[in-house]
Nanobody, 124 residues
Framework: QVQLTESGGGLVQAGGSLTLSCAAS????????MGWFRQGPGKEREFVGA????????YYSDSGTGRFFISRDNAKNTVLLQMNSLKPEDTAVYYC?????????????????WGQGTQVTVSA
């Protein structure tokens, strides 16, 4: 089983940027798609974006398109989520997850390993 550890969260003003990192340990994630999800206060966990195993393909939720960008470095077993133009409604705990397959999915059930999450708070 792989262990996923997110970092980079914090407090940022609206309009600012943050880059979250997800470090995998225990085994390589280079053969799996990786996804980011978030859960805001009082809300269900929702899909943010995902990247294919090779990094050539990405897919984002409507709220993230044009503002969020996912990249990966398979040699370092890490995945990044760059978030720009942040809004107060982006406040949430952000989770990275490893997919069952190489291809992208926006469905939480398709992800088998999850990190503990990192808090992102965006002030107005």
């Amino acid at each position: 089983q792989v262990q996923l550890t997110e970092s980079g969260g914090g407090l940022v003003q609206a309009g600012g940027s943050l880059t979250l990192s997800c470090a995998a340990s225990g085994r390589t994630v280079s053969r799996s798609a990786m996804g980011w999800f978030r859960q805001g206060p009082g809300k269900e966990r929702e899909f943010v974006g995902a990247i294919s195993y090779s990094g050539r393909n990405t897919y984002y939720s409507d709220s993230g398109t044009g503002r969020f960008f996912i990249s990966r470095d398979n040699a370092k077993n890490t995945v990044l989520l760059q978030m720009n133009s942040l809004k107060p409604e982006d406040t949430a705990v952000y989770y990275c997850a490893q997919a069952r397959t190489m291809g992208i999915s926006d469905t939480a059930a398709e992800y088998v390993d999850w990190g503990q999450g990192t808090q992102v708070t965006v002030s107005a």
